[in-house]
């Protein structure tokens, strides 16, 4: 379905209900819990975004909520996909579920914009934080893209820092000049071309065959992904200088609908779990992984710092992204487009430069600071 039509559905109100409504509307009262909700998702059940992040996330909002609001999660694209998941939420095919912002810029013009930030982050929980304040607080746009549509986000997601991931061994910037690098999305592509590498666009699943057949030289992904997706006898050599975090994920949306049936205080009890679960989440599905599959390596994969011109290179192209942010912006025709981008930079450079010494290592310190600048403020 094109995004036309996702916005069509959505403003003639769907025609169905959510799933779970049906089913509670046609079993007989106590038979089945008021509000099971069912979760779907395209991510591999296997993954640890599922395992470590998305997985304790639901057994934690029924716990919150005293078994008042469960999930039966759906995951490996089973009953949503990836590209299908706005679709599939909006029209309560499911009730909740995992979405990319990025595949969505015609539904989503302003929300899809949380996606194009991969280039202002280089600390994982910084990005986090200032992502989600980006969302909820800075841009009021975003969240009326999500509500034309009766879509409701928890949270947002970012990821751990990317690394330049190659067949060969490299240590510097004119290691990688002219050669050939995946790129999952355009923040990547950007990055690759300011180094003077060629950029590939190229879909996950498709990242080992494409470096294995000498399609790509390089990956610019997680150092995890290199297990993830089977890459331990491909890559030789991983500069590990962080070059931006992937974000724009919703790891957790709620139809509208089923959204609203669920009662004022558990709302609160989920909004509650929010800024811990950002702490959370990065950590044991990103950071973790990453540490542990660096661990596994050493001995296989030359991981190397990168050298002074890689980080120079590095420090102007993430000066430059405003410009290339205020240019989409702007394009796409989000109203006051400079300052909304004016006020997504300075909410990163606060996270990363002002409140990252106050929290770091800290996690009580991070969700005290994350309710306070975010979640305290907000009405899901």
């Known amino acids: 379905m094109t995004g036309k039509s996702i916005t069509k559905a959505a403003q003639g109100r769907r025609a169905a209900l959510p ?25 591999p059940e296997r993954s640890a975004a599922n395992r470590e992040g998305v997985l304790p996330l639901l057994e934690a909002i029924t716990a919150a909520t005293e078994g008042r609001v469960s999930f039966t ?19 309560g095919v499911v009730d909740s579920g995992f979405l990319i912002t990025q595949f969505y810029p015609s539904d989503l013009p302003a929300a899809a914009l949380m996606s194009e930030l991969t280039g202002l982050g280089t600390d994982p929980f910084a990005t986090m934080g200032a992502l989600n304040e980006a969302y909820f607080v800075d841009c009021a746009a975003c969240r ?16 751990a820092p990317l690394t330049m991931q190659c067949t060969q061994p490299v240590a510097s910037a004119a290691d990688l000049a002219g050669l050939r690098v995946a790129t999952i999305g355009r923040p990547e592509m950007r990055w690759a071309t300011a180094l003077g590498m060629v950029p590939v666009q190229t879909a996950i699943s498709d990242l080992l065959s494409a470096l294995q057949l000498g399609m790509t030289d390089c ?47 558990d709302r609160a009890a989920i909004r ?46 993430s000066a430059g992204e405003a410009a290339a942010l205020r240019a989409l912006a702007a394009e796409r025709g989000i109203a006051d487009s400079d300052a909304l981008i004016d006020r997504i930079m300075e909410t990163f450079r606060v996270w990363h430069e002002d409140l990252l010494p106050q929290f770091a290592g800290d996690r009580e310190a991070f969700i005290r600071i994350a309710n306070e600048r975010i979640f305290d403020r907000i009405d899901l």
């Open 19 to 43: 799933l779970s409504l049906l089913l509670a509307g046609a079993l007989s009262a106590g038979s089945a819990p008021a509000q099971e909700l069912t979760y779907g998702s395209g991510v």
């Open 144 to 159: 009326d893209d999500f509500a034309a549509l009766g879509v409701v986000p928890a949270l947002l997601q970012s990821a």
């Open 219 to 265: 990956a610019i992904i997680g150092t995890s992904w290199i297990r993830s997706y089977g890459l331990e006898d491909t890559i030789k050599g991983v500069i590990e200088m962080p070059q931006g975090i992937i974000a724009g994920a919703v790891p957790l949306a709620f139809n509208a609908d089923s959204w609203a049936a669920v009662d004022d205080a």
């Open 73 to 91: 999660p759906i995951l490996g694209g089973q009953l949503v996909s990836i590209p299908g998941a706005l679709e599939a939420i909006a029209d």
């Open 272 to 317: 509650g779990l929010m800024a811990a679960t950002l702490w959370d989440y990065v950590s044991n599905a990103y950071v973790t992984p990453d540490g542990e599959t660096r661990a596994a390596l050493t001995d296989r994969i030359a991981f190397v710092p990168g050298d002074t011109a890689l980080a120079e290179a590095w420090q102007a192209f």
